[in-house]
């Protein structure tokens, strides 16, 4: 998976550019074939505003964008990361149930179709 970490109006260290390659490269466990991924931190308006962290994962043209927002960068890519994992088991979710045919219930449908004993004057 290809991963690029930048920052807008953000210094990105070596140490969180690492962690954030570790922890992107993690998320490919819960869907295979992911091509790509985006991870980027931007600085609010203002000071103290809080720090954004957006995770974006493509592959198979299937985009998955997770955002988180707090003061600490390191605490805002672990929380992006953790929404991204959620989106991405959703994900896989709805492509698996896409592929298999949906199932009734298959006791309740012979019940119905099995046919009733005639009603009658009870000979036998």
């Given at each position: 998976m290809e991963i690029t970490v930048h920052g807008r109006r953000v210094e990105v260290t070596d140490e969180l550019?690492?962690?954030?390659?570790?922890?992107?490269t993690h998320l490919g466990k819960y869907l295979s074939g992911m091509d790509r991924a985006e991870v980027l931190f931007s600085d609010g308006n203002g000071p103290g505003a809080p720090i954004t962290c957006v995770v974006t994962i493509e592959?198979?043209?299937?985009?998955?964008?997770?955002?988180?927002?707090?003061?600490?960068?390191?605490?805002?890519?672990?929380?992006?990361v953790d929404n991204a994992s959620l989106r991405l088991v959703r994900l896989k979710k709805k492509l698996v149930d896409r592929s298999r045919p949906r199932h009734a219930n298959v006791s309740g449908r012979a019940a119905a179709?099995?046919?009733?004993?005639?009603?009658?004057?009870?000979?036998?």
């Open positions: 550019r690492e962690a954030a390659k570790r922890k992107v592959g198979h043209g299937q985009v998955v964008r997770a955002s988180a927002a707090s003061k600490e960068a390191a605490a805002a890519l672990e929380e992006a179709a099995a046919p009733t004993e005639p009603q009658g004057d009870g000979e036998p």
